[in-house]
């Protein structure tokens, strides 16, 4: 794991990427996004074998279409991901 630390470490600063880490005491609430992001991603991706990154991008387009036209807490009637961007 420090390997990898590292490694990204070393790759944000080449780029100039600025991580933010998850504060101490509030994994639930800062992690809940995206762990709802990797659930959705992971099901589109089980469904489908990619031989070359150009093979994923026709079948994921679809579902990133959706995926951010789906409304954020839908029970509280929140915006879309889109209009919530914008």
């Excluded at 794991?1 to 504060?23: K, N």
């Excluded at 994994?27 to 489908?48: G, M």
């Excluded at 150009?54 to 679809?62: D, F, L, Q, V, W």
Aim: proline share 6%.
């Amino acid at each position: 794991m420090e390997f990898c630390g590292h490694a990204t470490l070393t790759w944000a600063h080449d780029y100039g990427v600025t991580l933010q880490l998850i504060e101490p005491g509030k994994s639930s609430q800062q992690s809940a996004y995206i762990e709802s992001f990797n659930d959705a991603s992971c099901e589109c991706l089980n469904e489908h074998c990619f031989i070359k990154q150009t093979h994923g991008r026709a079948p994921i387009e679809p579902w990133r279409c959706e995926y951010n036209e789906k409304p954020l807490k839908k029970i509280l009637g929140g915006p879309t991901s889109t209009a919530y961007a914008r």
